[in-house]
């Protein structure tokens, strides 16, 4: 895992997760002829810097954690400040945004709306 310097010019910070199963020896011989097991899977969620690529945090976890549930983690490992915050749908919710602006005040939090997102009651007075 990539940290962080201190005090350097803010991060724009992008956030995703990718699923990874984890084989053991021989599971490609035991998947071709026809003998099944169980395999590992683990999710690895990473935040990642856009103007250089790099990775500033990373957490890998088992395959029941969802990316939300990850970002007070991810967000403990980053040093400096952001500008901002990009995830996808799956970071869509409000817990999200109260966690990164509790940090990062000055972050905008940039993510396209989940699938089943809706207008709240008080979308017209109270933007978000």
Not at 11 to 38: E, F, N, Y
Not at 92 to 112: G, L
Request: with cysteine; charged share 25%; proline share 5%.
């Amino acid at each position: 895992m990539l940290r962080s310097k201190a005090g350097s010019a803010p991060v724009h910070l992008l956030a995703d997760s990718i699923a990874l199963l984890l084989c053991r020896p021989g599971a490609w011989w035991d998947g071709k002829h026809g003998t099944r097991r169980r395999q590992a899977r683990r999710v690895l969620h990473l935040a990642t810097d856009t103007d250089t690529g790099d990775i500033a945090a990373s957490v890998l976890t088992g395959r029941d954690a969802d990316d939300g549930s990850q970002v007070g983690s991810l967000l403990n490992l980053i040093d400096r400040s952001l500008s901002p915050f990009i995830g996808d749908g799956s970071y869509d919710r409000k817990n999200i945004y109260a966690e990164v602006t509790a940090r990062h005040p000055e972050a905008a939090v940039v993510m396209p709306p989940r699938a089943s997102a809706a207008l709240s009651a008080v979308a017209e007075t109270d933007l978000t």
